[in-house]
């Protein structure tokens, strides 16, 4: 315990810029001072609570099998808004901040699935944490491209992505933008990387907010940031985002303080994660552990501790369970006509072959004169980009350079829909 608090104090001299900084106690404060957020808010807890205890009920049955209680996909509609860049910017600048934006959620989907190329530093890492399993959420955030709120001056088959807006002077909810998972980048004072509110409300436009220098990933290729907008090291890889949007989803900390007699009600309330009360900032460089003043193993390389980017890469099955409840808790807020129906782009276009070597193709079945091929790796760079216009090709053939095994996402955008889809390179 000496050494562990040797190591905090040394932490803290090094100074407060180097150590990852959330805003949610100071958001919540803000929501419960308010008595009609208050009581909205509330509200929906005990809804969640119900909700959670309906899904710990499906956990196993009675063979002991885990039972699958999400039985599709969850897409969930994101706008991103950037109110300290004017509308009337131009549009390479306006094309940056929208590719950066791809990219971040990019590795929301990595991080959410359990797709992020360092998940398999897990596997050395589980053997200290019996009982603990990666959680995958299974679900794909998307940019909409439909029906956007009127007067946003956006067009059908366009990104979400605003500028100047009316999150501008630091407004954190706004009607306009109801039914969204609404992220607002904007520089933060005090030094804080970002904060969402603790179990987020859609219907009321509320918003996950990150420092223009902790959004998205370092950028890869011309241009290789966007003016103003360069993620920093060690938070360059996204995973503030990541961070913040757990607690958008109902998590805690997971240092929230030692678990007593019940942890699914004290602590971070998430059993398959060790108790702590003090957050750990800090990269191990080997194997091994960190003992905690509750007498655990501290779960450094969880989203919800405060490890650099590098060493941040799993949520644990009980998060994600959790995570489940609070969604299936506000489903129903969100807007259901804004992501663009995929039936024909996903009927006409497929990958094959998938797995693959980094050399496949996309095949069409009916000609499609323009459309856009865009491929992330699962730290969130673009490793290729082409528009294909005019072409009378059934086939294309790609090939992802300099490629590396794990997962990929390949996004092709053809007359306003896009389709999303996960491959694999051995």
């Known amino acids: ?30 929501i419960m001072a308010d008595p009609q957020l208050k009581q909205q808010y509330l509200d929906l807890q005990n809804q969640f609570n119900t909700e959670l205890s309906r899904l710990q009920s499906l956990e196993s049955n009675k063979n002991g099998q885990v039972v699958n209680n999400i ?3 969850k897409r969930i509609p994101v706008a991103v808004h950037y109110p300290s860049v004017a509308n ?10 929208r590719l950066l934006a791809q990219r971040q959620i990019g590795i929301l989907n990595a991080d959410y699935n359990a797709t992020n190329a360092d998940i398999n530093l897990w596997t050395n890492a589980s053997s200290f944490y019996p009982g603990v399993n990666v959680g995958n959420m299974d679900v794909t955030w998307e940019i909409a491209t439909q029906n956007h709120p009127s007067g946003t001056g956006l067009n059908n088959g366009t990104l979400a992505v605003t500028f100047g807006t009316d999150f501008l002077s630091g407004a954190d909810f706004d009607t306009t933008w109801s039914g969204y998972c609404n992220l607002v980048v904007r520089n933060i004072s005090g030094n804080i990387l970002g904060y969402s509110p603790l179990g987020g409300s ?19 290729g011309s241009p290789s940031s966007c003016t103003g907008y360069v993620p920093t090291a060690p938070y360059n890889l996204g995973r503030t985002l990541t961070h913040e949007l757990g607690h958008f989803f109902n998590l805690y900390h997971t240092f929230q303080s030692c678990d007593g007699s019940n942890c699914a009600t004290t602590g971070d309330r998430v059993c398959d994660t060790p108790s702590s009360d003090t957050p750990w900032y800090s990269c191990l460089e080997g194997p091994g552990v960190v003992g905690t003043n509750c007498g655990t193993s501290q779960l450094t390389m969880n989203y919800m501790d405060y490890v650099s980017d590098s060493c941040m890469y799993m949520f644990t099955a009980g998060q994600v369970n959790r995570m489940n409840a609070w969604y ?16 024909f782009i996903d009927r006409n276009f497929s990958i094959v072959p998938n797995p693959n070597n980094g050399s496949f193709a996309i095949q069409l079945n009916n000609k499609t004169d323009n459309y856009t091929v865009s491929i992330i790796d699962s730290l969130g760079r673009e490793v290729y980009n082409n528009e294909f216009n005019q072409t009378t090709d059934l086939i294309q053939n790609i090939q992802i350079d300099n490629k590396l095994t794990g997962f990929y996402f390949i996004s092709i955008q053809s007359e ?9 390179v051995k």
């Open 202 to 220: 859609p219907s009321n436009g509320m918003t996950v907010v990150v420092d223009n220098n902790a959004f998205g990933a370092t950028m890869s």
């Open 71 to 73: 039985l599709v996909t």
């Open 416 to 424: 306003g829909a896009i389709l999303n889809k996960k491959i694999i």
């Open 88 to 97: 009337s910017s131009t549009e390479t600048v306006k094309n940056c901040l």
């Open 1 to 30: 315990m000496k050494l562990r608090l040797f190591f905090a104090i040394l932490l803290v001299q090094l100074g407060f810029a180097q150590q990852r900084t959330c805003g949610v106690d100071q958001q919540m404060a803000i």
């Open 328 to 343: 299936n808790t506000i489903v129903s807020q969100l807007q259901t006509n804004v992501l663009a129906n995929n039936e």
